[in-house]
């Protein structure tokens, strides 16, 4: 253990990314260049080395906005901020804090929804992005903890009724039920496409192969999302948010499926989701523990510091 050599760190790289770094792994990065609509994050590598998610559709070329795990939504007041080719962008405005450690690592982020016509953006996206190792070693797999705080100083917004976001993921072709050998699998129990899309689940996970042994046998992966209890879905369903699921090979938490969500001016909204990066199939009481302390932790805020070379700095919020 080294007070100067932290175990987790997060540190930026050329071209508009931020490299995620894990008992000397780099589990994932983020990358935000303007030549893309929105930031994301790719790859997401499992304890193996093999990533475990990709950029596009397998076989249709029209869903490339599915960018391996992005943010997004469908109708942010009637604009679309999902497909290709509009003129609305999510673009990073600046990073506000990063700190690294032996338990985890940490980056604050601004971000802006902007419309494609009005300067004021629609919302403002303040990320927060934490990861964890699970246990002592990296084989044991890790944790990706996204907290987005939304904002708006227009004259309010709206998340309307839409599958489609905020959180999107694409795994792995080999990965995924129709074009490889995975499996979706939900909190519930029940597994498949049939039996998870549109309804109600504390989390779901997607598993399947992703890479060879020595032997030339496949080995399995997994990524569990979990949707904390107190979003603004959550409450709308009873307590458990409904899903998009596909065979294809993603799935995402729809924040707004069954009611439009208003963020009045000045009014700010939370918004939490755990990403486990497993080694194996499913594990449902790993996934279940984890979501049991997700639930009870507390989000995290960002103010300015009085720290020497210090701008701004991560507080517990009560």
């Known amino acids: 253990m080294s007070p100067h050599l932290p175990r987790c760190k997060i540190e930026p ?5 931020f490299s995620f770094v894990i008992y000397g792994h780099e589990v994932t990065r983020w990358h935000f260049s303007s ?4 930031p ?19 076989g249709a070329p029209n869903h490339d906005h599915h960018r391996s795990l992005w943010f997004a939504h469908a109708d942010l007041l009637g604009y679309d901020f999902w497909s290709e ?21 940490r980056i604050a982020l601004c971000l802006l929804w902007l419309d494609g016509h009005d300067p004021q953006p629609l919302l403002q996206h303040d990320l927060i992005a934490t990861v ?39 795994l792995a072709k080999s990965m995924s039920v129709h074009f490889g050998g995975g499996t979706i699998t939900g909190a519930d129990g029940k597994q498949g496409e049939a039996n998870l899309f549109g309804n109600p689940n504390r989390w779901i996970d997607y598993s399947g192969p992703s890479h060879l042994d020595t032997n030339g046998n496949e ?14 879905a959550s409450k709308n369903a009873g307590s458990t948010v409904k899903w998009h699921i596909r065979s294809d090979g ?20 939370t918004v939490r989701y755990l990403l486990d990066i497993h080694p194996g199939s499913c594990l449902p009481q790993r996934a279940t523990e984890l979501a049991d302390r997700f639930d009870k932790s507390k989000a995290v805020g960002i103010h300015k510091s009085i720290q020497p070379h210090l701008q701004y700095e991560f507080s517990t919020l009560s």
């Open 40 to 58: 994301f994050f790719y790859p997401l590598v499992g304890p193996s080395g093999a990533q475990l998610t990709r950029m596009g559709h397998p």
């Open 35 to 38: 030549n893309a609509p929105r």
């Open 85 to 105: 080719g509009k003129a609305t962008r999510i673009v990073q405005k600046q990073w506000y804090a990063i700190e690294d450690g032996e338990d985890s690592a």
């Open 132 to 170: 964890r190792p699970h246990g002592n070693s990296f084989e044991n797999g890790w944790s990706l903890e996204l907290q987005s705080d939304f904002s708006t100083k227009a004259t309010g917004t709206e998340f309307r009724k839409s599958n489609f976001g905020i959180l999107g993921l694409r």
């Open 219 to 232: 080995q399995m992966e997994g990524i569990t999302i979990i949707d904390h209890r107190d979003n603004p």
């Open 250 to 269: 993603w799935i995402g938490p729809s924040l707004s499926r069954d009611d439009n969500i208003a963020l009045q001016p000045n009014q700010a909204m």
């Open 13 to 17: 790289a050329p071209e508009s990314q």
